[in-house]
């Protein structure tokens, strides 16, 4: 049978009066009168049914009955008060494991190569990284965090960006161009090898959405019907590298293939930004340290990135060399 709140509150009044062998001090320490410890100690000797104390005018005693109810009661005390302790070290310093859920490309992006970095700066801390691509409702599945795109989360997530705004690139190898062509506009893409990405979660085809640079700001969706199709977004990545096709990255993802030239970037003007990754938690409310420092963490990377993007080599020379060498 369950204690009572009451009695479990008597009890720990009773292990600090044994404890000090004087109500008085009890009372100081706990800061209440000796009035109300000395009527604690009655009530819960009637609630027993048994003496707890022998007490005079000058002295105090446990009974046997006292004796060996302290005997049980002083190590659970110390222990709960040592846990107590632990809990608020832990909001002081980082510690314990952190079961984060993440689709692949923000695993790759944000944790993997951050990651000895993180663990090595918290040391007492653990990463469990779970890899899921359709959304995730992180306090069903147990988790402390997520990382997902900001446009797919539910608005009463608490949510931090942890990458500057990004946009969806068309992207294909040099040689891909030189053979094919360059898309002027999303039309053409009728005429290119266009590589899909099915979606594990939902088994769907994933859509090109372009935005018009004129005025007017139509939707244009393409639906890519290439020679390929993947679920891996690395693979399909490998794929445009060694020229099979073109596909629709995110920007922030191949920036240094830009940069090295191993792929060319098109149609960028129909392509605008929305909100990149976002770091979700269950709610800001008594946030754990080892949370927090997750999400200082990857803010910082986010002002790296946000540094890389600005210095990214523009996509329009490299268009350009694609043209001439087709030429």
């Known amino acids: 049978m369950p204690l009572e709140p009451s009695l479990v509150s008597s009890l720990t009044w009773f ?25 604690h100690l009655k009530g819960l000797e009637q609630q ?3 003496r707890l104390l022998h007490r005079t ?17 002083q190590p659970a005390l110390t222990a ?11 909001h002081e310093e980082p510690s314990g494991l952190i079961r984060m859920n993440a689709s692949r490309i923000a695993a790759r992006l944000l944790i993997e ?3 000895g970095a993180f663990l090595a700066r918290y040391p007492k801390l653990r990463l469990e990284l779970v890899m899921n691509d359709g959304f995730s409702n992180i306090v069903a599945d147990g988790m402390d965090a997520g990382i997902r795109l900001g446009e797919s989360l539910h608005d009463h997530m608490v949510a931090v960006p942890v990458t500057p705004p990004i946009e969806m690139a068309i992207v294909g190898s040099p040689e891909y161009f030189a053979r094919h ?10 005429r290119h090898n266009c590589l899909a990405y099915r979606f594990t979660s939902s088994g769907t085809i994933d859509r090109w959405s372009f935005t018009s640079p004129d005025a007017d700001g139509r939707t244009v969706l393409f639906e890519p019907r290439g020679n390929a199709v993947f679920n891996d977004d690395e693979n399909l990545l490998n794929a445009a590298v060694q020229g099979v096709g073109l596909i629709k990255y995110l920007d922030i993802c191949v920036r240094q293939h830009l940069a090295d030239g191993r792929l060319v970037r098109v149609l960028a003007p129909w392509c605008r930004p929305f909100p990149g990754f976002y770091l979700y938690v269950p709610s800001r409310a008594q946030m754990p340290a080892k949370i927090r ?25 490299r268009i350009a060399a694609a043209k001439q060498k087709r030429r």
């Open 15 to 39: 292990a600090h009066i044994a404890r000090h062998r004087s109500f008085t001090r009890a009372a100081a320490e706990m800061e209440v009168t000796r009035a109300a410890l000395s009527q």
């Open 48 to 50: 027993l049914n048994v």
């Open 57 to 73: 005018t000058r002295d105090m005693s446990l009974t046997e009955e006292g004796q060996r109810l302290l005997d049980v009661l």
């Open 80 to 90: 709960i008060e040592r846990a107590v302790m632990e809990l608020g070290e832990a």
């Open 113 to 115: 190569p951050h990651m």
């Open 181 to 190: 062509g360059v898309p002027e506009e999303p039309a053409d893409l009728m």
């Open 293 to 317: 420092a997750l999400m200082d963490f990857l803010v910082e990377q986010r002002e790296q990135l946000a540094h890389a993007s600005r210095e990214a080599v523009p996509a329009g020379h």
